[in-house]
């Protein structure tokens, strides 16, 4: 399935595209993004920057900055949930919400992370392999 993917927010005002995506895509239990999103976790795509664009509604789009430094994109409209970035990631990648995909995406989630900060009503029960923070801490299975 080539390129580009579509995705959007709830309302349709913001609107991007992904021509590639990066290898890892995780399902993140920590609160911020429980929280964020509203739900037992939030999944994450990567795409490189230069793979990602903004296609319309750039003007809708809002930022929160937590005390550790993430930035959590969401537009100023309807509240969708898009990008998320950290200081201490890959300047070079984007992470994009899943969920807001308008196509079919070719890629599956790899991981759980940040599940130490999970909630007990909703705990990972697939195969894939589980780090109590991010990627490079403990492997809990």
Not at 41 to 47: G, H, K
Request: aromatic residues 10%.
């Amino acid at each position: 399935m080539p390129g580009p993917y579509r995705g959007s927010c709830l309302c349709g005002g913001i609107r991007f595209e992904v021509d590639e995506f990066a290898p890892h895509t995780g399902h993140c239990h920590c609160t911020m993004c429980r929280k964020f999103h509203g739900a037992a976790y939030a999944t994450f795509a990567e795409a490189l920057s230069g793979h990602f664009r903004w296609t319309s509604g750039k003007n809708l789009l809002k930022g929160y900055t937590a005390e550790n430094g993430t930035t959590r994109s969401f537009c100023s409209n309807c509240g969708s949930s898009l990008t998320f970035s950290s200081p201490n990631a890959d300047s070079e990648l984007v992470e994009i919400a899943l969920g807001c995909f308008d196509d079919e995406v070719p890629i599956r989630p790899d991981a759980h992370i940040f599940v130490a900060s999970g909630t007990k009503w909703a705990t990972p029960d697939d195969d894939l392999p589980q780090f109590e923070a991010g990627r490079n801490s403990h492997r809990i299975k």
